[in-house]
C-alpha cells in the first residue's frame, strides 16, 4: 500500500482485508515514492494498492509475483497499462470515488479565478484595500474537455449556475444524456473559441498530452479562463505561461502539475493571473475513505 491519505481511512480497509489471509508491506514515507522505492518495495508484492506512484515498466517487470494493481483514484497514467496486459497483471480503478469532490472543487476554482479570490485575500491581510473588479458566472459558457464523470459532475453543477454548456468528448455518445443535460456536444475548438471557462477532465495519454498548447490557446476568447484539475501534462506550461503574460487568456487554475510539486523556479508561479492548488482535487474526508474501501474491495476481488 503506497498511498499517504490511504492511512487516513486505514480502518475501513482493515474490515475488509480481516476476512483473508495478507501480509501487508507499507509505505511509511509519507511520500509519493520514487522508482526505486517502488522496485524495492513491490520485489515480493502479489498485488499493490498505488497512488501517484510510477508503476512504470521497469517497476512492472521487476515485481515478479505481481498479479493485480488496484489504483487508489482514477487516473491510470502512472501506470504502464500495456506491459500490466502484457503480463497478465490486472488493474482496477477506484472509479466514481473522487468524481463530486473534483467537480467542487472546480467550480470553486472558477469562482476563484472570476472574482480574484486568492488575491483578495491575501491583499487585505497584508493592508491593501484593493478591489479587482469580478465577473459573473451566471450566463457564461463552460466548455467541458472530457465528459466522463467528472465531466458530467461539473456540467450538473455548471447548470445550477445557469452557465451554457458545451462538451468535447470524442469517445462519448449517449445523445439522450446530454439533451436530457441541456448540454451541447461540440469539437474542441468551438469550445476553445466560444468557453468563457474551459476546463478539462479528461485523462492523460499520448493523444492528450499537451492538449492545450500555444495554437489551442491561441483560439481561446482573451477573456476567458482555463481550469485543471485533471493532469499537469495535459497543458503545456512554457505555452501557458506566454498566453497569461501575454493577455492572450485572463487567467488560469491548476490542481495538477507536471512536477509535483512544481519547481520554485516555476514560471507560471510568478503570474498574478494564475492561480494553484497542491492536487487536493480528491483530497476531502468523503473521497479518500470511498477510495480506501473501493481501492481495498477491488484488490480483494482481483486477488481472490
Ligand atoms: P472518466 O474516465 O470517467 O472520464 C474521462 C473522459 O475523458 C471519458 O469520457 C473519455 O472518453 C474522455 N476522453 C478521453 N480522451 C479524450 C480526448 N482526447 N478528448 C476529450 N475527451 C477525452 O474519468 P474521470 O473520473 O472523469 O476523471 C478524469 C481525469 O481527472 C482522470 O483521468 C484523472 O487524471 C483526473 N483526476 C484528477 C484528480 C485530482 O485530484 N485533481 C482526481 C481524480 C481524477
Not at 96 to 118: C, D, K, Q, W, Y
Not at 120 to 143: H, L, N, Q, Y
Not at 210 to 231: E, G, H
Request: charged share 25%; net charge negative; proline share 3%.
Amino acid at each position: 500500500i503506497t498511498p499517504k491519505s490511504f492511512f487516513r481511512a486505514r480502518n475501513k480497509a482493515d474490515e475488509i482485508f480481516s476476512q483473508f489471509d495478507l501480509d501487508i508491506v507499507e509505505n511509511n514515507t509519507g511520500k509519493t515514492l520514487t522508482k526505486q522505492q517502488m522496485i524495492e518495495l513491490c520485489s515480493d508484492v502479489d498485488g499493490v494498492i498505488v497512488g501517484l506512484d510510477p508503476m512504470d515498466e521497469e517497476v512492472i517487470r521487476s515485481a515478479k509475483n505481481l498479479k493485480a494493481i488496484s489504483k487508489y483514484g482514477v487516473g491510470l497514467d502512472n501506470i504502464d497499462l500495456k506491459v500490466a496486459e502484457e503480463l497478465g497483471i490486472k488493474v482496477k480503478k477506484a472509479e466514481g470515488t473522487n468524481t463530486r469532490s473534483v467537480a467542487e472543487l472546480t467550480i470553486g476554482l472558477f469562482f476563484a479565478l472570476s472574482r480574484s479570490i486568492p488575491k483578495a485575500v491575501i491583499d487585505v491581510k497584508d493592508g491593501r484595500w484593493d478591489r479587482t473588479i469580478g465577473t459573473e458566472i451566471g450566463a457564461k459558457v463552460v466548455g467541458i474537455i472530457g465528459f466522463g464523470a467528472i465531466g458530467r459532475e461539473v456540467a450538473k453543477m455548471s447548470s445550477g449556475l445557469e452557465m451554457e454548456i458545451m462538451a468535447y468528448d470524442p469517445y462519448f455518445n449517449d445523445i439522450e444524456l446530454t439533451r436530457a443535460m441541456n448540454v451541447k456536444m461540440t469539437n474542441i475548438d468551438e469550445i476553445l473559441e466560444k468557453a468563457d471557462f474551459v476546463t478539462l477532465h479528461l485523462p492523460l495519454n499520448e493523444e492528450t498530452n499537451k492538449i492545450i498548447n500555444s495554437k489551442t490557446l491561441s483560439k481561446m476568447k482573451q477573456t476567458a479562463y482555463l481550469v485543471n484539475t485533471a493532469r499537469g501534462e495535459l497543458v503545456d506550461e512554457d505555452a501557458l505561461y506566454e498566453a497569461l503574460k501575454n493577455g492572450i487568456i485572463a487567467g488560469a487554475a491548476q490542481d495538477v502539475f507536471s512536477q509535483e510539486p512544481p519547481d520554485k523556479q516555476n514560471k507560471l508561479l510568478s503570474l498574478n493571473n494564475f492561480i494553484l492548488t497542491p492536487h487536493i482535487g480528491a483530497y476531502t474526508k468523503e473521497a479518500t475513505e470511498r477510495m480506501v474501501v473501493i481501492s481495498a474491495k477491488n484488490l480483494i476481488e482481483m486477488l481472490f
